[in-house]
C-alpha cells in the first residue's frame, strides 16, 4: 500500500548544525509533498510544500528537493537555531482527492544552545 | 485570521462514559478532519468529512463516530470510551490540494 518513511525518530544537534531529515514514500499516485512542524503544544503547520513540477520548497531557512528517481524529499537547513526544535513531519497529499493525506511518523528535532 | 479551534482542551473521562469533542473552523473550508496523535505512530486520520451533512471513515474509525452539522462545526464522539483511546486529538480544516490547518488538539484521558 501507500506508505510514506522517516526513518529518524530523533535528531540532536548543536544550534549552527547542519540539519537533514530523510523522507521516502511509496505511492501508486503522483503526490504533492508537504513538510509541516509541530511545536510543543500546538497542532503541526505547514513548513513547506514541494510539488514534482517545480521539485523544490523554500522556507523560513528550510529546503526540500525531490529526487523522482529515488522517491525522496529530504529536509535540509544549513545552520539550526534552538527554535527549531520541534517535531517534523513529512506528509504526502493528493490534489485531486482530499481523503488522500499520509503523515510520515515524524522527526523530534532538538537543538541545544 | 483563518483559524481552527478545539473544545475542550483537556477532558478526563471514565470508561464507558460517552466523550464529544468539538471543532470549529473559520477558514470556510469544505473539507474538516479528525487525527489522533500517539507516540510512535505519528498522526492518524479517524474521519473527516467533505461538507456539512457528510461524514467519511478515515483510517482508523472504529470505536468512533463524527457529525458535521454546518460547515464550521466537526464533532468527534466516542459513545463508549475505552483506555486505548486515550490520547491527543488534533481537528484540522482545509480544500483538496492546500495545506490543512490543525487546531491546538485536546488531550484525552480515559481512566
Known amino acids: 500500500g501507500d506508505s510514506v518513511t522517516q526513518m529518524q525518530g530523533q535528531v540532536t544537534l548543536s544550534e549552527d548544525d547542519f540539519l537533514f531529515i530523510n523522507c521516502t514514500y511509496s505511492t501508486t499516485w503522483y503526490p504533492t509533498l508537504f513538510w509541516y512542524v509541530q511545536y510543543p503544544g500546538e497542532g503541526p503547520q505547514l513548513l513547506l510544500k514541494?510539488?514534482?513540477?517545480?521539485n523544490k520548497g523554500i522556507s523560513r531557512g528550510f529546503e526540500a528537493t525531490y529526487d523522482k528517481r529515488t522517491t525522496s524529499f529530504h529536509l535540509q537547513k544549513a545552520s539550526v537555531q534552538e527554535s527549531d526544535s520541534a517535531v517534523y513531519y513529512c506528509v504526502l497529499g493528493d490534489d485531486t482527492n482530499a481523503y488522500k493525506v499520509i503523515f510520515g511518523k515524524g522527526t523530534h528535532l532538538h537543538v541545544l544552545p | 485570521e483563518a483559524a481552527v479551534t478545539q473544545s475542550p482542551r483537556n477532558k478526563v473521562a471514565v470508561t464507558g462514559g460517552k466523550v464529544t469533542l468539538s471543532c470549529n473552523q473559520t477558514?470556510?473550508?469544505?473539507?474538516m478532519y479528525w487525527y489522533r496523535q500517539d507516540t510512535g505512530h505519528g498522526l492518524r486520520l479517524i474521519h473527516y468529512?467533505?461538507?456539512?451533512?457528510?461524514?467519511e471513515k478515515g483510517d482508523i474509525p472504529d470505536g468512533y463516530k463524527a457529525s458535521r452539522p454546518s460547515q464550521e462545526n466537526f464533532s468527534l464522539i466516542l459513545e463508549l470510551a475505552t483506555p486505548s483511546q486515550t490520547s491527543v486529538y488534533f481537528c484540522?480544516?482545509?480544500?483538496?490540494?492546500?495545506?490543512?490547518?490543525f487546531g491546538p488538539g485536546t488531550r484525552l484521558t480515559v481512566l
Open positions: 484540522a480544516s482545509g480544500d483538496v490540494g492546500i495545506e490543512q490547518f
Open positions: 514541494v510539488t514534482t513540477a517545480n
Open positions: 477558514n470556510n473550508h469544505n473539507n
Open positions: 468529512s467533505y461538507g456539512a451533512g457528510s461524514t
